[in-house]
């Protein structure tokens, strides 16, 4: 399956923008993903503003809700209790436009000329359709969005139309309450996809309106979050608003004039959303902060240029010759990152960002394994947010341990309000490496930044309450190794194992550097344990494969059966899980993760051997695969393979490869691909002594430059064919090692040779390779 790169006259290769130069028909919902705009607090769906002519259209802000109570056929102690899905906000992004007479759709209507682009550089979302109407006038209209970033809660529109004679125009411009919208619930088949409510949802505090203005706010039924709007309009021909309706489902505002040749129509749209918690507030507080946020259109565009003016001055990535369209392809997913968290504050991350509703809106372990490298050295203060919203959860959390039996600190595999909304447990709550995944970003962040008040509040705690967690849930076997049973690791098509590698390989990282902080509240008791668990941990090792296994029993299960038709994948979409569970294949990668992650535990024998093992059957049913599969490729010497994965992982959604787009921006991925470019191709490894750099710089590729901001400093990175060039921009000289030489950085660039790395030659396992790869079925880029 391949959308962008398989019709490059329809969506031409422009390095600064995502351009749709036809229209047609089919994959609405995929582009109307691919053409949102947000800021991690507010996101708008890249609909058309008709209604005949888009598919899924929705606004979202991140973190607003309903919650309902889960019923479990079978229910059991401990079983997730309650629901949580994001809402469809009520959404702005609606005009009906008719000429003489005649409703202008692409559906129905006759389209001379056609253009739709989302800039980069600027954060504009345009469409621009010339019309021949049935009346014989050609009109123009040309829509542009952008939303704020100074005011997070604001989206400014403006809609022109121009024609080459005398017009009678009726526009009709609407706030639709989608949420309550009659839809079809699409989890029943997938349940990748977001469920739908079966009651009303937003429930109407305020209906106000009048000459163009809206003041909006809605409670939502049991969550009782509430959200306001505030709606004004302008116009350039100095008409009053024809009419002016509200309602729960629908308020509109509608123009009627004539429009000449001379006087094009133009019509501004402000709008402000404001979200909060139901207490002791007037029932308007809601729409009256919204109207307090109201900005003119003008300067919510200009919000938007200032802020990617200043995001692409130290987060772009250049790459230099190789394929021409992976440069379009790289800014795009780097500014898929910017709209996902830029102004989320002190928030998570969804699996979605603020482009859909897909994964109900929930936040993950995505966030801190896939997100928080590129935020941590990007945006530090965007990182440090995140953290604080995860440290937030810790009183839940801790209640959660409880009901679990274990210590410390148990945080939800899937939340949006700090409580688990995972129903299936096995690939839900069994999957405890959440708690090592904050431990490592938290660690990460420390050693990246050198924030030590963070380290010495929030940061320690964050810590010790996961590492407390892992010294209750394993224990020390006869054997007299430490055992963590009864866990889910990354790789979701194996379930309920004992001692999963990653997951003991994380519990140790998060064992030691718990034990390494120098805190009032760990004992040296406590202190002694961990160190005896992090050293005496289990790592399964297969003796006759000479690698390790993903599990104690993984090396005992039956093969795939690879010749399963593509049609049957993803797996989980047509096999019920214990038929999964009970044969060697993989979802993702998890033990190949594992060494990725914790580099320096692993010899580069035992990395290449568990990649050649590994990767042919691994299915890349998840799309957190291919950037790892493609990192590993990298440092083992597989610059081939190391290609072919990323360009699957960079393409994953422009490409719609996993045929599930529509439901929003898989933004995971597209943290991996940062961390593809910056941990792959370059080679950066951190929580070392110094950050360390083992560049693989793909034959086909000239160049690659980037700039990380790391302990208070600027450093920028430039990659050539036999060279990486380091220089610190802003701030003190810094120590780099590069390939175990250290290197004192400053304002003068450092140049280093480097030599070529072999290919080595790949491992011949005792019964020959398991399997064979099974290919990506995408179209040619």
Request: aromatic share 10%.
């Amino acid at each position: 399956m391949a959308l962008i790169t398989a019709d490059r006259e329809r969506f031409p290769n422009t390095p600064w923008q995502l351009v749709e130069a036809r229209h047609e028909p089919g994959n609405a919902g995929t582009l109307e993903t691919l053409f949102s705009l947000g800021n991690g607090h507010l996101g708008i769906r890249g609909a058309h503003w008709a209604a005949a002519d888009s598919e899924l259209p929705g606004s979202f802000i991140n973190g607003l809700h309903e919650i309902w109570d889960i019923k479990h056929a079978e229910n059991a102690f401990g079983f997730a209790r309650t629901g949580q899905r994001i809402l469809y906000i009520p959404d702005a992004n609606n005009f009906t436009v008719i000429v003489d007479g005649e409703s202008l759709t692409l559906a129905e209507s006759e389209v001379l000329d056609y253009r739709r682009s989302v800039d980069f550089a600027t954060g504009a979302y345009e469409c621009s359709i010339t019309w021949q109407c049935r009346s014989g006038a050609v009109v123009t209209t040309t829509e542009r969005r952008a939303v704020g970033f100074a005011s997070r809660g604001s989206l400014g529109i403006s809609l022109q139309v121009s024609t080459d004679r005398d017009v009678s125009l009726d526009v009709t411009s609407s706030v639709i309450n989608r949420q309550d919208q009659p839809v079809e619930d699409h989890s029943v088949h997938d349940p990748r996809r977001a469920g739908r409510h079966a009651g009303r949802v937003l429930l109407p505090l305020r209906l106000d309106g009048g000459d163009g203005s809206l003041r909006l706010a809605w409670e939502a039924a049991e969550s009782k979050q509430r959200v306001g709007v505030a709606v004004d309009h302008w116009i350039s021909a100095g008409y009053q608003p024809f009419d002016t309706q509200v309602d729960q489902d629908e308020s509109t505002v509608r123009y009627v004039l004539a429009v000449s040749a001379d006087e094009p129509f133009t019509l501004e749209k402000s709008v402000s959303y404001a979200v909060g918690a139901a207490v002791q507030d007037p029932e308007t507080n809601a729409a009256e902060v919204a109207e307090a946020g109201l900005r003119p259109v003008k300067d919510i565009f200009a919000e938007s240029e200032a802020h990617y003016r200043a995001y692409w001055a130290t987060s772009d990535i250049v790459l230099e010759g190789g394929n021409p369209d992976l440069q379009q392809a790289i800014r795009w997913n780097l500014f898929q990152l910017a709209q996902a968290t830029a102004r989320a504050d002190v928030a998570g991350i969804p699996a979605k960002g603020v482009t859909g509703s897909g994964y109900e809106g929930h936040y993950f372990w995505d966030q801190e394994v896939y997100l928080l490298p590129y935020l941590t050295y990007t945006n530090p203060e965007g990182a440090r947010q995140v953290l604080e919203f995860r440290h937030g959860m810790l009183p839940e959390a801790k209640i959660r341990a409880k009901e679990l039996s274990v210590d410390g600190a148990l945080f939800p595999w899937r939340t949006i309000n700090g409580l688990e909304a995972s129903a299936y447990y096995a690939a839900g709550t069994a999957q405890f490496h959440i708690a090592a995944a904050i431990a490592f970003a938290t660690n990460r962040y420390l050693w990246a930044t050198g924030d030590t008040v963070f380290r010495d509040g929030m940061g320690a705690e964050l810590l010790i309450e996961t590492a407390r967690m892992w010294m209750s849930l394993g224990f020390f076997g006869k054997d007299g190794l430490f055992h963590i049973h009864g866990v889910t690791g990354p790789d979701e098509y194996t379930a309920v194992v004992n001692d999963n590698l990653y997951t003991n390989v994380m519990a140790r990282f998060n064992l030691r550097a718990a034990a390494a902080l120098e805190h009032a509240g760990i004992s040296q008791e406590e202190r002694q344990l961990w160190e005896a668990a992090a050293n005496r941990m289990q790592l399964p090792f297969d003796n006759r494969m000479q690698v390790h296994s993903q599990d104690n029993d993984f090396m005992t299960l039956e093969p795939w059966d690879w010749t399963t038709p593509r049609s049957k994948y993803p797996l989980l979409l047509h096999f019920h899980p214990l038929v999964i569970y009970r044969h060697q294949v993989l979802k993702q990668a998890d033990t190949v993760l594992a060494m990725f992650l914790q580099w320096q535990d692993f010899t580069a024998q035992e990395k290449q051997r568990a990649f050649d093992f590994y990767d042919p059957i691994t299915t890349g049913d998840s799309t957190l695969s291919a950037c790892v599969q493609g990192i590993m490729a990298a440092e083992v010497g597989y610059s081939k393979e190391a290609l072919e994965h990323f360009t699957n992982a960079v393409f994953i959604d422009l490409d719609d490869v996993h045929g599930n787009t529509i439901d929003g921006v898989h933004i995971a991925s597209t943290g991996g691909v940062w961390s593809s470019l910056v941990c792959g191709f370059a080679g950066l490894r951190d929580q070392g002594p110094l950050p360390f750099f083992d560049p693989r710089l793909p034959g086909e590729w000239d160049g690659l430059t980037f700039h990380l901001k790391i302990r208070g400093r600027l450093l920028l990175v430039q990659l050539a064919a036999g060279f990486i060039t380091l220089t610190v921009q802003d701030g003190a000289p810094l120590d780099v090692d590069v390939r175990g030489e250290v290197y004192t950085v400053g304002a003068d660039p450092v140049q280093v040779a480097l030599q070529p790395v072999p290919e080595p030659e790949p491992t011949v396992f005792p019964s020959g390779l398991p399997t064979a790869s099974i290919p990506v079925v995408r179209g040619n880029s």
